[in-house]
């Protein structure tokens, strides 16, 4: 790996550029997915670069704008790209930087210690699926300029100013290739802001910046003009989005702040990511919508077997667990050998202490680690020099030394904090002895809710409407409230491949309750038996007997809380079956227009209008507002909601957000603190549009 790959090549440019054109025929391999996660991951790439700069201590400031066109610039306080004549190409090194696969100061040249970035090939791979690509370097007083276009270099390197010696850093503008990105071409600032606040959390002391120059009615129009043109395979053009100050005289606005319907003046976004306490900061964060345990974040740091590890945690008063992991700063979901690792120190050591302190007897039964965890907050990070992935996405960490460095340095420093914190060490102790025995009370709860195998005799709900078909990849079951909905459900029904499953009113909020208390509640243990998966460790996607789980409620206030609740019952019992795609939020209509026999379904508002606008405005337009899935006969709910031909169906998708952005907006709503979510829903709010419910 520490060799560069030029030599694959050959010495010529062109032979060089033919590295990148394999990045545009297969961009899934080096970006994982050209959908809006693969957009944003071109971001990610580039932000890492200067991230190991902050890393090796030579950034302090990275700036991210999103400009009014989707395209991104991030500039650096870096050393700057390299812009001397590399000794095997005879080409300036920024060139080798962004035009060739697996080159640049990550491969063993002692340019860094540890990095992130994409196996090392981040710089290229983003300038190959981009339209366009400037970078302007400032270094040796010098301001550097260099151009491409989908991986290729347009100028020769130049130099376009003077600069003081110490004012040096990278600074990349790129627009993503609408031939590679062909989902979307569109920015989602929110998306953008979770991984770069997370990125300052990991850096201790590193400030980033994040500008968003589009305002939320310029975003509307990219979406409004993006679907059109999707839609008809034309261009779209906008009237009126094609209207300059020019055009306008009458115009006050200016580019930092826009006019919004109310009056009031939206201004720009940006959020500023500065975080001097690193990581001990992100626990405080992820706790931010719970009531800790104890004061104090716990932390450990240390160096050993060449990997620096820094751990932090808290306990707070909930039920669930979030442990977020990273390797270089890379996010790995599903753990690896520093999870491992982790695990282990803290249930040996609060083992171990229970027992010295006679919290526990000899003879009673140790704590497990997962009674231990109940509550727990926690950030795992470890600095490696050769990192070992699973898989080119970086999913889970494969190095052993991890996994004896994190151990040791926690078992150690845990240790010693418990010695000199007993009234802390007591109450996590406690708590751990509360979850043990609820969780031996959850497993006997447990075992009246799992599902017999159908030759044994059966076992799913009464009220449950089975279909016929057993091939689950063709089934699928809506989730509906009450007897009325239910009814016409099961009249709409195809019976052979779509399932009905009453729910009496509002179900428990398992945000707020023990799991076995969860447990006992007649509506969750009729879902687990009818999805036939299991629920948390026993959890098994295999044996899911439906492809689609549809919550299908009414669509007023009333029932999307009643899909909130059930979401947050998916998400806390068996987050799988979002994780793997399996749940939809059903879209009835809001209402029904009726002229002259003929009948039309409208889901909003804009598209009532539209409608009346379409067969126009006169006094034979019946109009019809449905306040309830109950107000439907079959035939409207089968034509309108459930038939696969016709009907609407929103996916349930996580994969943009990191478990700790999910767990604490399901904290935040569903949970006991008033505060965070009163905070939450008036920042939020007022981006909210056309929802009429």
């Not at 991030?74 to 004549?85: A, E, H, K, Q, T």
């Not at 063709?474 to 099961?490: H, L, M, P, Q, R």
Request: hydrophobic letters at 35%; aromatic letters at 6%; proline letters at 3%.
């Amino acid at each position: 790996m520490g060799k560069s790959k030029k030599d694959e090549y050959g010495g010529d440019q062109i032979q060089v550029l033919e590295g990148l054109e394999a990045v545009r025929k297969r961009p899934g391999m080096y970006i994982g997915t050209t959908s809006s996660r693969g957009l944003h991951h071109l971001v990610y790439e580039i932000v890492d670069n200067a991230v190991d700069e902050a890393l090796a201590g030579y950034c302090d400031t990275v700036h991210v704008t999103i400009h009014k066109d989707n395209s991104i610039t991030v500039s650096d306080n870096g050393r700057g790209v390299p812009v001397d004549i590399n000794h095997k190409t005879g080409r300036p090194a920024i060139e080798v930087v962004y035009t060739v696969l697996h080159a640049g100061g990550k491969f063993g040249g002692g340019g860094y210690k540890v990095s992130g970035g994409l196996h090392g090939v981040g710089a290229s791979v983003v300038n190959a699926l981009s339209e366009n690509m400037e970078v302007i370097v400032k270094r040796d007083s010098r301001i550097h300029k260099q151009t491409y276009e989908r991986g290729k270099i347009t100028s020769d390197l130049t130099v376009i100013g003077e600069c003081d010696p110490d004012d040096t850093g990278t600074q990349v503008t790129f627009l993503p290739d609408g031939e590679i990105f062909k989902e979307t071409l569109i920015y989602d600032f929110d998306v953008l802001k979770t991984r770069l606040r997370e990125m300052a959390f990991l850096t201790k002391g590193l400030k980033i910046i994040l500008t968003d120059e589009r305002t939320r009615e310029e975003i509307d129009i990219l979406i409004k003009k993006e679907k059109a043109e999707k839609a008809s395979g034309e261009e779209f053009y906008d009237e009126e989005a094609d209207i300059t100050e020019d055009d306008n005289p009458d115009s006050s606005t200016s580019e930092a702040e826009e006019s919004d319907e109310d009056g009031s003046e939206e201004k720009i976004r940006e959020e500023i990511f500065h975080y001097e306490g690193g990581i001990k900061e992100f626990v405080e964060y992820l706790n931010s919508s719970k009531s800790p345990l104890y004061n104090e974040v716990i932390y450990c740091e240390g160096i050993k077997d060449k990997v620096s590890v820094e751990v932090a945690f808290q306990h707070n008063d909930g039920y669930s667990e979030i442990t977020e992991c990273f390797a270089n700063n890379i996010n790995t979901p599903d753990g690896g050998m520093h999870l491992t690792g982790f695990k282990n120190a803290i249930t040996k050591t609060f083992n171990d202490y229970a027992k010295k302190n006679k919290i526990i007897k000899e003879n009673e039964t140790a704590l497990a680690g997962e009674d231990i965890r109940e509550g727990l907050a926690a950030i795992i990070s470890v600095k490696i020099e050769n990192p070992q992935f699973e898989g080119q996405t970086k999913q889970k960490l494969g190095n052993a030394e991890a996994r004896g460095a994190v151990d040791s340095i926690v078992s150690e420093q845990l240790t010693y904090y418990l010695e000199q914190n007993p009234a802390v060490a007591k109450t996590i102790c406690e708590k751990a002895i509360l979850a043990q025995r609820a969780r031996e009370a959850a497993r006997k709860a447990r075992d009246l809710t799992r599902r017999k195998n159908v030759l044994e005799g059966g076992g799913l709900p009464g009220k449950l409407a089975d279909c016929s078909d057993k091939d689950p990849s063709k089934c699928e079951i809506f989730i509906v409230e009450g007897d009325s909905a239910g009814g016409s459900a099961k009249k709409a029904r195809t019976r052979t491949t779509q399932a009905i499953l009453p729910l009496r009113g509002k179900i428990l909020n398992v945000e707020k309750t023990r799991p076995e208390r969860a447990l006992e509640n007649e509506e969750i243990r009729s879902m687990i038996t009818a999805f036939g998966t299991g629920i948390h460790d026993e959890f098994n996607i295999e044996k899911l007997r439906y492809d689609k789980i549809i919550i299908m409620t009414d669509a007023d206030v009333d029932g999307a809380h009643i899909a909130t609740l059930l979401l947050t019952f998916f998400y806390r019992f068996m987050p799988e079956l979002i994780r793997e795609g399996h749940v939809y939020l059903a879209q009835p209509p809001l209402f029904k227009i009726e002229k002259n026999k003929k009948v039309w379904y409208a889901y909003s508002d804009d598209e009532l209008n539209s409608i009346i606008e379409e067969i126009g405005r006169d006094q034979n337009n019946k109009v019809q507002r449905y306040k309830g899935l109950g107000e439907m006969d079959a035939e409207q709910l089968w034509e309108t909601t459930m038939d696969p031909e016709k009907r609407i169906l929103l996916r349930v998708d996580m994969e943009q957000s990191t478990e700790a952005e999910v767990d604490i907006t399901f904290s935040t709503l569903m949970g006991d603190q008033v505060e965070p979510r009163r905070e939450f829903i008036e920042t939020n709010a007022k981006y909210a549009k056309n929802l009429d419910i």
